[in-house]
């Protein structure tokens, strides 16, 4: 079990927000002003961003896929990515498949309907994992890890076709397994940027033998 | 290498920021407008956040520190976590020792001067990975993940001692490498929340036997 270290400083456990002003809010996103005291009982201030979209009942903003495809003429496993052009990193982004949870939505719903949408496959889901926040410093946004299954070797996975809004120009990527750091590493190289979580995990498993 | 899947969808690579506005700025994040176009040479618009204290010339806004403890009283390799109120987050958070990068440093320098500020430990960095994007749909901040060794042997880290500032109140884990999945699922399960880019690390190390 995990040792904490003794510190002179108090805990963080008596902090608590006191307030919440929105100081500008556009359709999507907005600013806030947070009120809060310290462990010490200090006033401070904190911005903060805030989707409008985010309710209080959902377990989590959005989900991210981390489907492995197996099966059909995948010789190996592999990995689904998207690549997608974001405006608000200005470059294309190597991602897992992903997408807000609609009202009401479940986790395992939400990421099976986004893969679909996204990539044209239907699959199973075999692990959820807890909210996970993104960007702690900047925002609560958080997001759901969810584990699928795709067997190429269904009917229903013989002709995948995306489901894509309007304004969704979405390529899709299947990487073998084995590969995933390398081939995140040559996007990198080229200026197109890799989503973090979807970096950790493939630093984590090329290295996991190193490590553990 | 990686398979793109045929789509009858134009690829995202022809997509462009055309402009950017800024709607509201507060002291340390911004909100901004972008006019971009999509690939069919559409003009749309995105509503975006940026961090002030970016600059051009840095690699990324922040780094991420896994450091491994080894030797001294650690009878197996230790991962270094960080707990804290994030009053963003409304909560307290278990993240690896981060922050921002000061200008015109490298990250491998603020990696470490994070590290020692944090926690109080002197450490020797191994890796460094490119700059990943942490909430892509929301804003271009982004993070390196430096990999750190700390020998617990060694005299300077005999008596680790925080440098914090007065608004800094972080309490420093130790957690045993093997432990860490776990750890995290206890502290989520008690509403303090993981930041993504390590739950996923975790999540991979731990699954790494069954995902390759």
Redesign the interface.
């Known amino acids: 079990?995990?040792?904490?270290?003794s510190?002179d400083?108090?805990?963080?456990?008596a902090?608590?927000?006191t307030g919440e002003t929105d100081?500008?809010a556009?359709?999507?996103?907005?600013?806030v002003?947070?009120d809060?005291v310290?462990?010490t009982g200090a006033a401070?201030t904190?911005?903060?961003?805030r989707?409008t979209t985010t309710t209080k009942e959902a377990e989590a903003d959005a989900v991210c896929v981390f489907a492995?495809l197996r099966g059909g003429d995948a010789k190996e496993?592999?990995v689904l990515?998207v690549?997608?052009?974001?405006?608000?990193?200005?470059t294309?982004?190597i991602?897992l498949p992903a997408g807000l949870i609609d009202d009401g939505e479940k986790a395992e719903t939400s990421a099976l309907r986004e893969l679909h949408e996204e990539?044209?496959y239907v699959g199973r889901v075999t692990n959820v994992?807890?909210?996970?926040?993104?960007?702690?410093?900047?925002?609560?946004?958080?997001?759901v890890?969810v584990t699928v299954d795709v067997d190429l070797d269904a009917a229903e996975n013989a002709n995948?076709s995306?489901r894509?809004e309007g304004?969704?120009?979405?390529?899709?990527?299947?990487?073998?397994?084995?590969?995933l750091l390398r081939?995140l590493?040559e996007f990198?190289?080229q200026g197109i940027?890799?989503?973090?979580?979807?970096?950790?995990?493939?630093?984590?498993?090329e290295n996991?033998?190193n490590?553990?």
């Open positions: 079990m995990p040792v904490v270290s510190s400083r108090p805990c963080s456990s902090s608590r927000v100081v500008h556009a359709k999507w996103i907005k600013l002003r947070l809060y310290d462990p401070r904190w911005d903060a961003v989707r492995t496993d592999e990515l690549r997608q052009f974001r405006p608000a990193c200005g294309e982004t991602e990539c044209g994992t807890p909210a996970v926040v993104l960007s702690p410093g900047l925002s609560d946004e958080s997001v890890l995948p995306q894509l304004s969704e120009f979405i390529t899709v990527i299947r990487c073998p397994k084995k590969d081939t590493d990198s190289a940027k890799v989503f973090a979580g979807l970096y950790t995990l493939a630093w984590a498993l996991a033998k490590l553990q």
